[in-house]
């Protein structure tokens, strides 16, 4: 890995004094993120406080065709902020301003720092609240490059639906707006989409504009054990096919049932589960709750629990929450091979009982738990990281149950992203479409300085067109 | 404008035998829109059947140099089809199979000619139904293209959020299949998205996946009347902010209504009016009606009136659609021009005031209507086609409403799409991010072949990445 030219360390050292770091302990914390990938470190960290600023670091590493990677959390799971190709880490923590809350117009304005919870906290007393949840308290500026989503985007969408506009500075220096505050628009391509997901490889993400939603006069969850996945499954499947705004339903299967009792001390039957909250007027949520409860009924479900009162409701999303701790509790000193993967709803039965199969024949342990009503689940594979067989055969599984996916008109991920660890999936998911991404990349990043190396294999060159 | 090589019009004849056709009037048919643009028309038309052929019809242009240009129905209303560098127009219209329903799934995957009405036909007693309903019958091509929406966006989203995947024949006769039938995926740059609302720019849509929605089990339908725009529009946003699901909410100004009763035979009150459309079960449509019914007399609403029975419905519905003719109707042998803007929410109430005051100084007869629910209005700017002076004065206001709406945050088409007709408008809405359009066009159409001179003004060129 090439050291940053020492002209380029006075420049940034000059510019942003203790903003700028070379220590060992800061580039370290820049360089894993929550997935099992090996560390690889930046040579460098800079904490811009401005678009302005953005402009001028990506300015200077353009000079020395440096790579620029862009850092929110730390908590993407697919290895999307390690510098494989060393480089300066972009850490846009300290760009953590609400900039603008519409409450009328339901949006709020803010800096890629700021995370989910934080602009919850800035929503309170307003009516109004950020529904995308991937587990983590993650930067919005990394739950728009990774396209994020959660537990409950079957009723509130992924962070597709809710970026209403960005601010973007590209490879060039130049700073663009995409979107813009109306509700819809026709106006011109879909810029602000084409940022959505792409990982930090088109442009340095600096304000993003989210939709916001009326905070649910009443909220009710509820648990139901089945007989087995296929009865939960095919539940969720009628309760979606009914039209009813459920705002998560949840699937976690025995083992994680287990892990779950263990770890949050919980009483669940051990079977297969399913979580549900409901989001409405008191009289829906009560119609919908009873709806699913029939449905859920005509399919075998059992010990259907209500969970009306909040701290109920908070110890049942906590306890779904901690899944992947309670996982790796399972097998003590354990890491996890986290895979994610989605198919259409019809599918999604036989998609979890080929990932069974699989994890049984591989003899790991293995707990899969999922957002259902998106056709979305993961499955955690423990693994004790000094055994190399045995991650060897973890990532192998991790291969298969994506292989099992997209034979079944499925995606390679649902929600956690590309970065370094589904190139070779994303090219046999879309085919030819994948060097229109590349020419997409060379249009926009020619001198590929942005988060080189993720999303699109390193060797991957744009189609030359006719 | 160049006639066609007479070496292509020999190959298409050959090849395409009846289905291409350089008669006039075939050309003149293909040669305007709804739109007030002049016509301009194609140098021939040529009716593919598959893919293969459109990769046919597209590389034999592509060797003569000769523009393409996609055409659906011809409903689009700024220009999209018109033939303004000449070419061949490449009609869809026999590309229209319904090559699959996914009942579990909720999903159908069509050939680009299939409209919108023939769509849900192929959807009768599947219990789902395709919501998209921007008036015309278009084509789901042509829909997507310009990322179509209508009266009931405000529930189930525009054509951005309906479309799940697309197969395109690129510019230079790669095929290739973008998104897929999973309900979320973050596999990638989200190409399907670009495709959408490209207006034929980038690639011709060959095969479109839509998500269909469960047929509400209850509807109902009301209309109110208000003593001005301004209270209608606070019963508007006070609905938006409650978070009650409505399926339509549309806002009909007292010209207007005047239009309406004369011409479909009402007995509205002539003061500005809301009609609504409920969906759901029956408790929840009940409880959505009432709410909204203490919103409206909280806002001076009067005249609450309910339309529950399906003929009442499709009266009021039918009255609605009908605007464009009852608006023309209030001026015999008038012609329309058509703008249509988005507003944040929080503007509407200014921005259509702002337009009023434009109307009245103009001294021209113009309706307003609108999807309120986002924010989105039309106007219906009446001229009389052979009086010059009036058709300028026309393109003045429609230019100065367009100017209210930039200046209020919002955005210069909320459905309509670019076409010819808003390029400068595009330019001053989104800045520099245009030349970013111009970048991928660049990129997909290095020869601007497809659709030349639509979205992108012809002499905007990509901006040198360094």
Chains 1, 2 share one sequence.
Not at 134 to 152: E, F, H, I, Q, W
Not at 439 to 460: C, I, R
């Amino acid at each position: 890995m090439p050291a940053l030219p020492p002209s380029l360390v006075q420049q940034l050292s000059e510019r942003f004094g203790k903003r700028f770091s070379t220590a060992g302990s800061v580039r370290a914390h820049h360089g894993h993120d929550e997935s099992h990938f090996p560390d690889a470190l930046p040579d460098g960290v800079v904490w811009p406080h401005s678009t302005a600023e953005v402009v001028e670091i990506v300015n200077l590493c353009r000079a020395h065709r440096v790579p620029l990677i862009p850092f929110g959390v730390g908590s993407s799971l697919e290895g999307h902020i390690l510098a494989t190709q060393g480089g300066i880490s972009l850490d846009m923590s300290e760009m953590n301003q609400v900039l603008a809350i519409h409450g009328e117009d339901m949006d709020a304005v803010v800096q890629p720092g700021v995370t989910r919870k934080a602009l919850n906290a800035a929503l309170h007393g307003t009516g109004l609240f950020f529904p995308i949840d991937p587990g983590a308290d993650a930067s919005l500026g990394g739950m728009t490059a990774t396209r994020a989503s959660g537990t409950n985007a079957v009723r509130y969408g992924t962070m597709r639906e809710n970026v209403m506009a960005l601010e973007v500075v590209l490879a060039d220096g130049r700073v663009i707006r995409t979107g813009g505050r109306s509700r819809k628009s026709s106006a011109g391509y879909d810029l602000t989409r084409l940022f959505v997901g792409s990982e930090g490889t088109l442009g340095v993400l600096t304000e993003v504009t989210v939709r916001l939603h009326p905070l649910p006069e009443a909220i009710s969850g509820a648990t139901c054990a089945f007989p087995d996945v296929g009865s939960a499954v095919q539940t969720v499947i009628q309760t979606i096919q009914l039209g009813i705004p459920v705002a998560r339903i949840e699937l976690l299967d025995t083992l994680t049932v287990q892990a779950v009792n263990r770890y949050s001390k919980t009483a669940l039957r051990e079977s297969p589960m399913l979580f549900f909250e409901f989001h409405g007027s008191p009289g829906s949520v009560e119609e919908q709750a009873c709806t699913v409860q029939d449905i859920a009924r005509d399919n075998g479900g059992q010990d259907f629990e209500w969970a009306t009162r909040p701290e109920e409701r908070t110890r049942l999303w906590q306890a779904r929450h901690d899944v992947l701790y309670a996982s790796l509790a399972l097998q003590p000193g354990s890491r996890g091979v986290t895979t994610d993967v989605c198919v259409p709803i019809s599918r999604l039965a036989e998609a979890i009982a080929s990932t069974q199969a699989a994890i049984a024949e591989s003899g790991l342990l293995a707990p899969i738990v999922g957002h259902v009503g998106d056709g979305n689940f993961h499955v955690v594979i423990l693994t004790t990281p000094d055994d190399p067989d045995q991650v060897r055969r973890a990532e192998a599984l991790g291969r298969r149950i994506v292989e099992c996916a997209l034979a079944l008109d499925g995606t390679c991920t649902g929600e956690h992203g590309i970065g370094i660890g589904k190139q070779d999936f994303l090219r046999a998911e879309h085919g030819e479409a994948v060097t229109v991404m590349a020419s997409l990349k060379a249009a926009l990043d020619p001198l590929n300085l942005l988060n080189p190396g993720k999303v699109l294999a390193p060797a991957l060159k744009a189609q030359p067109t006719r």
